[in-house]
């Protein structure tokens, strides 16, 4: 499986440490979101849509399918933050739970222009030995939106155990 590193430069202010992360490679998350409902909040408008379907094929989970799930957003000149909350189903029928916060310039995101990063986890049964590590890392993505049809696609990496 092919890794890449990450470097991570911690703390100015105290003695720098260098801190590395492994990635590995764990497919590519489509997520299609449908319709939208928004309303104005403190920052920005914050909208909700419901999401019609998923496409996420890996080694692991072989082609997962979409049970049910909800993204919300904040959307304005300052911020996009997103959080996404589904659950689905690996190939072999097992549920779990996948839920992600990305974060991004939304203005020029929308426009194509700059990516939307996540982290997230995965809550799968733990008595599942197969499945059981996906518990244990932290899931990224870097993502790019597209419009036609709205799709938000991340190429999604986990930190090696």
């Known amino acids: 499986m092919n890794q890449n590193l990450v470097q991570f430069h911690v703390g100015d202010e105290i003695e720098r440490n260098a801190m590395s992360l492994k990635l590995c490679p764990f497919g590519t998350l489509r997520v299609f979101p449908e319709g939208s409902f928004s309303h104005p909040g403190p920052i920005t408008t914050r909208a909700a849509a419901p999401l019609l379907s ?11 399918s979409l049970r049910v799930g909800m993204g919300s957003y904040l959307q304005g000149a300052y911020a996009a933050h997103v959080t996404v909350r589904m659950a689905l189903e690996t190939e072999d029928g097992v549920p779990f739970f996948f839920e992600y916060k990305s ?7 929308v426009r194509g222009e ?3 990063f996540l982290a997230g986890l995965i809550e799968i049964d733990p008595s599942i030995e197969r499945y059981a590590w996906l518990n244990r890392v932290q899931f990224v993505g870097r993502g790019m939106l597209s419009m036609d049809p709205i799709c938000q696609t991340y190429d999604m990496d986990y930190t090696a155990p």
Do not use: I, R
């Open 114 to 116: 700059t990516p939307v």
């Open 103 to 109: 974060v991004g310039d939304m203005e020029s995101h």
């Open 54 to 64: 998923v496409e996420w094929k890996t080694e692991v989970l072989g082609e997962v």
